[in-house]
């Protein structure tokens, strides 16, 4: 592309040239797959009829192996809001797949768990090795080589990057991602979070609060807040892995079962069978791994993928960190302003202009590769436009020439912020994501003594008793992935904004994570190296001054920690399932390269 920007040029061709030996590894291990596994005539008639066995009036087609083979790996269960639609999706996608003379089969089961069930709970301590889980479990069911190519359903936090992790280890075949939709909006987020603050502070009850979430994730479908299950679904279509424009469709419509259907039709035009091989190792390369940054810059996406991204890019042999995250986040501007950085929600922005705009106004702007492999055979240029339906044919529109919400969609001409909000911070404490889009400027910079907690309950307790009714930089430390998972601390975002808008100056450090609806309060989270790798955080006191600044970078402190005894280390995690889940822990990377165990010990 002549006008891209200069500054995304830069971090693409140094991405590529630090990835160049893991990359031509990653692409040779495909290459072999594809040779050994480039059909099912390997397999002996033994291992081929368990295949098809109860594939009923498809087993002739899959036992002739002339017909193509469509594996579905699903995260159905109806616990899960955003998952709940994907329970009649196999049967339909077989049809589908008939339509055109092919077949599919339901490859395997991920897990789906959602963290808005165990936040702040026991639970939430096994989330993040639920994605290297969800990875395995991808792995495990594509292990029986009887597909030409792969559908992923999956929405949710940890769903969407382990099926990505896992599917690009069978990168010789050509995948495509089918979201299911969010709900209908409900109660106003202004409401929603009004009611959440009042709980807080005790002048509201459970009843009251109960009714108020109730009235928000009320129905079928992805939750509508752009948190990190929306914030995939924007990826997934800057990195070209959806049909156009699929992401944000609502579930139970017309419209959404035909791009599902279309999506459908097209994985079998991909395949070595079909006339148009676009495997998917050849989509996730370092072009659509920046594309994924760019949309999560111009869009206020969580901060959680500033560890999913790392830890999916390193799937495809490709090394990316957060300076590469920081030196974008200053080209790239903000264009869209959804909740919680906005007043609107995802259905909000859908309707506004949705995807269509914001990937229109990106590669106009030269922000964007424009020039990647994409599910789509008409280019990234196609996820410039919206899907509908004329009389019941699917067709694509251009997306709205004027934005229809200008205080939620604008241009990158007149942007909401200069920069994508994201920033990486560091000092004699670490190095750690700031994540500036939600939180005003003139709390950019904080610097006060620190209180030093080791659990979130304890921060809770310490707010209730009033003990932080002062200018305060909460430290949360121990939670990291190798302490216990590095569970979202989340539910510290009321409290923190009730100090906030007491009128205190209010920061929280942390090597835990927090999720795309971490709010308005400034925040260093993901700090690296965590307390327990010997991480300085480990050594701070309470009454230490700490300075977190979004304007200069900086996270540090004054107090001289050499010679000081590091904190005490936690005990092991138990109940909950969390002691099955020591093997991650003790073997976890740093947050920056993606916080793997699966990674590290695999040597990728």
Known sequence: MSNLSPVVARVTDRIIERSKPTRARYLAMVDREAGRHSDRSFLSCSNLAHGFAASGEDKPAI????????????????????????????????????????????????????????????????????????????????????YDGMTLLGICDKIVPGLVMGALRFGHLPAVFIPSGPMPSGISNKEKQKVRQLYAEGKVGREELLASESASYHSAGTCTFYGTANSNQMMMEMMGLHMPGAAFVPPGTSLRQAVTRAAVHRVTEMTRKGDDFRPMAHVVDEKAIVNAIVGLLATGGSTNHAIHLPAMARCAGIHIDWQDFDELSAA??????????????????????????????????????EDILTVSKDGMRAYATEP???????????????????????????????????????????????????????????????????????????????????????????????????????????????????????????????????????????????????????????????????????LSTTADLSGRTPAPLPAPAEGMGRELFAMFRMNAGGAEQGGSSMLEVAGL
């Open 332 to 369: 790239v501007p903000l264009i869209t302003r959804v909740y919680p950085n906005g007043s609107g929600d995802v259905n909000h922005f859908h309707a506004a202009g949705g995807m269509g705009w914001v990937v229109r106004e990106l590669l106009d702007a030269g922000l964007a590769h």
């Open 63 to 146: 036992a002739t192996g002339k017909a193509i083979n469509v594996g579905i790996v699903t995260a159905y269960n109806d616990m899960l809001s955003a998952h709940q639609p994907y329970g009649r999706y196999p049967e339909q996608m077989k049809l589908y797949a008939r339509e055109v003379g092919a077949t599919a089969q339901v490859a395997g089961g991920v897990p789906a768990m959602c963290d808005g069930v165990t936040q702040g709970f026991d639970g939430m301590e096994l989330s993040l090795f639920s994605r290297d889980t969800i990875a395995l479990s991808t792995a495990v069911s594509l292990s029986h080589a009887m």
């Open 388 to 554: 509908t339906l004329d009389d019941g044919e699917l067709k694509w529109k251009p997306a709205p020439a004027v934005s229809g919400d200008d205080a939620m969609l604008s241009t990158v001409a007149k942007p909401f912020l200069p920069d994508g909000g994201m920033r990486l911070v560091s000092g004699n404490l670490g190095r750690a994501t700031f994540k500036t889009s939600a939180v005003d400027q003139e709390r950019w910079t904080i610097e006060a003594p620190c209180r030093v907690f080791e659990t979130q309950e304890a921060v809770i307790n310490a707010f209730k008793a009033g003990e932080l009714d002062r200018d305060v930089v909460v430290v949360v430390r121990h939670q990291g992935p190798r302490a216990n998972g590095m569970p979202e601390l989340h539910k510290l975002t009321p409290p923190l904004g009730v100090l906030q808008d007491r009128g205190f100056k209010v920061a929280l450090v942390t090597d835990g994570r927090m999720s795309g609806a971490s709010g308005k309060v400034p925040a260093a989270i993901h700090v690296t190296p965590e307390a327990l790798a010997d991480g300085p955080i480990a050594y701070l006191q309470d009454g230490d001054i700490v300075r977190l600044s979004a304007e200069d970078g900086t």
